[in-house]
């Protein structure tokens, strides 16, 4: 995820670039850079590693950058490290520094996406004489289209179409020509793009915040749309090349809301994200319909020589782990151990070269998964970080790593990057079941099947909040809560209970269901609410059984259940439906009610959603 925007018109450019970025930093904030050119002056380029003020720094706050054309970007690391060179703007020519300064190339662009072929559309490129200065994705787009711009000599919206048909993946790109001094070419394909008009200027941009102080006028561009910008005048074409007209939008929305894309607060924005995070994890980490590890440097001979694996990390990262170790044992049969990073210290694990350690964290940075990170090395373990911001430290530190694509997470309450980090963990775990001989041949693409499934059935779980608002409601001024299940439905109720307390600040806790009558259910009192995961269909009927003891002490039952499995609903007072899916996986839909009733219990409350008291999103102490 990352944050473009573009302008052409009759005022100073790079001070409106700059603006819009800022509001779009949420995107992404690892590196930003600007293009602005003068009239037929060339390009020039700046980028700035870390936050946008030193990009704003650089450039006098855009002063220093003359000229009414031009585009920027704020990244959120993909394809390569967050460094100066990796930074966009991304130029055609063969450059032999990072790309910056004033650039006699004929394209320069920006990108937010991912281009899964880059690497073979690379290797073309290559033997047609390009060279490349940087590891993204975007420089080989940027030089794509300079190649069918200069091969068939048609124009710019001939060379981006070519180029789309090309592609595979998702892209919003913005490109400027040598040749075409005040226009700015865009183009979409499943990331967002608004093109905004007003009187002589145009724009462009990720999310409408960015341009919301100019104009409320916009075109929602189509996927597999191309748009040409000038001052004043916007045209759109299809894939064909063909001349299009789209629909003007007014916007009605406050700027607040819409730097959350209508959403009240950034958790519910992520929450609705979940299905893009999964769906794009789990794409990078499958090609031609097999798993491929390959660019975390984990090999299939690594995995057969493993004798353990040691899952460690913090909060809901840690209850990923949990959850894996479930699937990893059911699945391959590896013997898998999960312990708190805070205490992985305190242990004297037996470890050695077979033994891999997995740290699980999305920031990267978490000062506990570090120094367990740092431990497991010393003691001669294979590590392994699942990491979401690119180039943070335990992704440096690992010996491997798997990104997840979540994109930039602002709630302090993890719903998105919990969802990748479980997808690319069961990925791990198919494949893993795959070398060992576990899994057969037929069984290994049902499970990537099944896997590939998961997206479009957490979005029809997010068409249920409506039910899961109304009950938390009922629930607001709940004393106690607890969840309960077994095997996996554990699992999730640990996350489950985790989001309630955060963001809600009601009391709860997770238990094993059986474990319950070994002393906690003396807290069960009139109206205590219960809520069972009740999903692994070997162990509904007990954990019902446990919840039927709750309900004679007088507890309040909810019971969230697979679709079809209707008997539940005889025991508990509220039901909830999750689709039906292969059991391993079912973690990654039954989180998603618990994490929308965490939620809305919250704003109930009426609470800080997005910041709850006492909390960091990122803990970097010990
Ligand atoms: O950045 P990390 O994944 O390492 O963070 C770990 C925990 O601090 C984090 O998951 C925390 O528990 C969240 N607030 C849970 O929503």
């Known amino acids: 995820m990352c944050g473009i925007v573009g302008y052409t018109g009759e005022k100073q450019a790079a001070p409106i670039l700059l603006d819009g970025l800022k509001r779009l930093e949420y995107r992404g904030y690892d590196s930003a850079g600007l293009a602005v050119r003068d009239g037929r002056a060339l390009a020039e380029v700046v980028k700035a590693t870390g936050k946008l003020y030193h990009l704003a720094d650089k450039t006098d706050m855009g002063r220093s950058l003359p000229g009414t054309c031009g585009i920027g970007h704020t990244r959120w690391a993909t394809h390569g490290d967050p460094s100066l060179v990796n930074a966009h703007p991304h130029v055609s020519g063969n450059c032999s520094g990072s790309g910056s300064g004033k650039v006699e190339s004929d394209v320069v662009g920006v990108h937010n996406g991912i281009i899964e072929n880059y690497g073979e559309l690379k290797e073309k490129l290559m033997r047609h004489g390009y060279r490349f200065y940087s590891d993204t994705d975007t420089e080989v787009v940027v030089k794509l289209v300079d190649y069918y711009y200069k091969k068939y000599k048609i124009g710019p919206v001939d060379a981006i179409t070519r180029t789309m048909v090309r592609v595979r993946g998702s892209y919003a790109l913005a490109l400027m020509f040598k040749d075409y001094p005040d226009e700015i070419f865009a183009a979409r394909k499943d990331s967002p793009l608004i093109i905004g008009t007003a009187e002589n200027a145009a724009f462009l941009a990720s999310d409408v915040p960015a341009i919301l102080k100019y104009t409320r006028s916009v075109y929602y561009i189509g996927n597999l749309q191309v748009a040409r910008l000038s001052p004043g005048s916007v045209k759109c074409y299809d894939l064909n090349g063909d001349e299009i007209t789209l629909p003007l939008t007014e916007i009605t929305w406050d700027a607040e809301a819409a730097e959350k894309g209508g959403y009240e607060h950034f958790m519910l924005k992520e929450i609705h994200e979940q299905p ?37 990390a913090c909060g809901s990262a840690w209850h990923v782990g949990m959850a894996a170790q479930y699937v990893i044992e059911d699945m391959a049969g590896v013997p898998v151990r999960v312990e708190l990073a805070s205490e992985f210290r305190y242990r004297s694990l037996p470890m050695d070269r077979s033994t891999l350690v997995i740290v699980i964290s999305q920031s990267g940075e978490t000062a506990d998964s570090l120094a367990a990170l740092r431990l497991a090395k010393e003691k001669g373990a294979e590590t392994l970080a699942v990491v979401n911001v690119v180039g943070s430290t335990i992704a440096r530190e690992a010996d491997h790593v798997l990104y997840t694509l979540a994109g930039p997470e602002i709630a302090v309450a993890t719903t998105k990057a919990y969802s990748a980090q479980l997808i690319a963990l069961d990925a791990l775990a198919v494949q893993m079941a795959m070398v060992k001989g576990t899994a057969s041949a037929e069984q290994y693409g049902h499970l990537i099947e099944e896997m590939a499934s998961i997206p479009e059935k957490i979005a029809r779980v997010l068409e249920d909040k409506e039910r899961l608002q109304w009950f938390s409601s009922k629930i607001a001024n709940a004393h106690d809560i607890f969840f309960i299940g077994r095997g996996l439905d554990y699992a999730i109720s640990l996350e489950g209970s985790l989001k309630m307390k955060e963001i809600s600040y009601i009391h709860s806790e997770a238990y094993a269901a059986g474990e319950l009558k070994h002393g906690t259910i003396s807290l069960i009192e009139k109206n205590t609410l219960v809520i069972g995961v009740l999903t692994q269909s070997r162990m509904i009927e007990k954990t019902v059984s446990n919840m039927a003891e709750c309900k004679s002490r007088g507890a309040y039952l909810m019971g969230i259940t697979t679709n079809g499995d209707f008997s539940v609903e005889d025991s508990v007072n509220f039901t909830v439906y999750i689709p039906r899916t292969d059991e391993h996986f079912v973690s990654s839909l039954a989180v998603v009610p618990l994490q929308l009733l965490g939620y809305y219990t919250s704003v109930n409350r009426g609470l800080d959603v997005d910041k709850p008291r006492n909390l960091a999103k990122s803990v970097t102490v010990e």
């Open 276 to 312: 893009a995070a999964v769906r794009d994890t789990l794409n990078s980490l499958v090609r031609n319909g097999k798993i491929d590890l390959t660019s975390s440097g984990i090999t299939d001979d690594m995995l057969l020589s493993l004798s353990q694996i040691i899952i460690t």
